[in-house]
């Protein structure tokens, strides 16, 4: 079992008790990653392998799973709420979930008066929030409920105590570096297209580390994966390049060092070929992670017909999750060139204002005839989706002004958000929440009605 080597050192059984008990404890299995979860950490039980999930930054995605006493297969895209029971079936190579042992869907806190589905209790939003706070400060979310912590606590030894006893144990757990080199070489040397994509699956888990995607570039990873966008296997093409985006994410070294090798036009290939809407989807994460904060990259972009590229998926049936993913990506690079002269302090300002100033995306958005694209998106039924859109349309308003006058359709579906949002607004500061999110959509939509007359 060499792909679960990272474990290997933990051996006794109790040892792995302690262990799942811990996982329990810290994290929230908040999965809208699967099937691309990270096994970090797995223990054999019944020839199944249990594991918790790290989530990905693919919120778009979220979809809640409900848990049952059962075992049950987590499907692809689907968000898991905190303190399950997970585990991967070696038979059928899924991932799957339960409630812990002696808790039921009633033990959990406000349930009972609702309905039997968990989505009452965890809305997608609060998934998210929870998963930030655990990692934030290990404690559980006020969203999990005073009932259920007390319920853990009761249950588990405190964190600090487990913490000794991990220590206690003396385990020698490999460096990340150490398991890095194992996941490339098991990559590199395999033939096979499940081992090669379950080594994408762990070494995603580790590139979100900078310091670990640095590792990347030294251990020569990164070349392979660019060289793998070049592979006539989908799956290999897809994980490839959601690995790649993972490490550019926020990371100028390893940005500068994929663009270097090429990785711009691969990606772009790829965008403009027939290929599925999940290694489209993948491909379009990579880009984005290629471009934002990297205007030599967007200049690069701009003269290989990038924006034209993704516009043509406008025309493409089935590629509608696509959709807000552009329109994100092209408002972040508006904004930051919007925001440049807040950096007018700091040593690089001029050359970069010399690089952003030769990206001409606002004047090509213009030309390319996007105006009525991206309005046309406010019919999207998702408040997330709307909100990009509308802030999208604002800062276009000075420039696609006649045509947004001349369509009727937008008039008329700014009319009917503004009506849906002020009865939103209105239950919202009812319930004592002042600046809340449909406010500020309110208000959003109102400044466009008003820059529109
Ligand atoms: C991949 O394998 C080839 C030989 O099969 C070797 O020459 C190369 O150095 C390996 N690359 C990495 C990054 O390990
Ligand atoms: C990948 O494909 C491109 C053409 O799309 C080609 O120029 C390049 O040589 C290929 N690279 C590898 C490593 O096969
Ligand atoms: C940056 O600020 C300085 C004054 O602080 C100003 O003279 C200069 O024109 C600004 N640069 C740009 C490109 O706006």
Not at 336 to 343: D, I, N, P, S, V
Not at 371 to 387: H, T
């Amino acid at each position: 079992m060499d792909f679960y080597s990272s474990f290997r050192c933990i051996s006794s059984h109790m040892k792995i008790t302690i262990f799942i008990i811990l996982t329990l404890c810290f994290y929230v299995g908040l999965s809208d990653r699967n099937p691309q979860y990270a096994l970090t950490e797995v223990a054999e039980d019944d020839g199944n392998v249990e594991a918790f999930v790290e989530n990905e930054q693919d919120p778009e995605d979220l979809e809640i799973f409900y848990p049952t006493q059962e075992w049950q297969v987590v499907k692809p895209g689907q968000a898991v709420p905190a303190g399950l029971h997970m585990r991967l079936n070696l038979q059928t190579g899924k991932n799957e979930a339960k409630l812990p042992d002696g808790q039921d869907g009633k033990d959990r806190p406000k349930q009972t008066h609702k309905s039997s589905t968990i989505s009452d209790v965890y809305s997608t939003k609060e998934l998210k929030e929870a998963l930030a706070k655990f990692k934030g400060d290990e404690k559980l979310s006020p969203a999990i409920g005073k009932d259920y912590q007390q319920d853990i606590k009761q249950r588990f030894r405190p964190i600090e105590d487990l913490k000794k006893a991990f220590d206690d144990l003396n385990i020698n757990v490999e460096t990340d570096i150490e398991i890095m080199t194992k996941i490339i070489n098991k990559f590199n040397s395999s033939s096979s297209t499940v081992e090669k994509v379950s080594a994408l699956y762990d070494l995603e888990y580790y590139v979100h580390q900078v310091d670990n995607a640095q590792n990347l570039l030294k251990l020569g990873g990164l070349q392979l994966l660019i060289n793998s966008l070049n592979s006539t296997d989908p799956l290999l093409i897809e994980h490839s390049a959601f690995v790649i985006g993972s490490a550019l994410s926020s990371n100028p070294k390893v940005q500068i060092e994929a663009f270097e090798a090429g990785a711009l036009q691969k990606l772009l290939v790829i965008l403009a070929a027939d290929q599925e809407v999940s290694v489209k989807k993948k491909t379009l994460y990579a880009l984005s992670s290629m471009l934002r904060q990297f205007p030599y990259a967007q200049q690069r972009f701009m003269k290989l017909g990038g924006l034209q590229i993704l516009k043509n998926f406008f025309k493409e049936k089935n590629v509608e999750p696509l959709y807000i993913r552009v329109i994100t990506l092209l408002y972040d690079m508006i904004m930051e060139k919007m925001l440049l002269h807040k950096e007018n302090n700091t040593g690089q300002y001029e050359q970069k204002y010399q690089q952003y100033n030769q990206i001409n995306l606002l004047e090509s958005i213009i030309e390319q005839g996007w105006c009525p694209i991206i309005s046309d998106l406010l019919k999207l039924p998702e408040n997330d989706a709307r909100e990009k859109v509308l802030k999208t349309v604002m800062i276009l308003i000075p420039h696609c002004r006649a045509e947004f006058l001349n369509d009727e359709n937008l008039r008329t579906i700014l009319n009917s958000l503004r009506k849906e949002y002020e009865g939103l607004a209105a239950d919202e500061l009812n319930s004592g929440e002042q600046d809340g999110y449909f406010s500020e959509l309110l208000s959003l939509t109102i400044s466009i009605n008003d820059k529109l007359k």
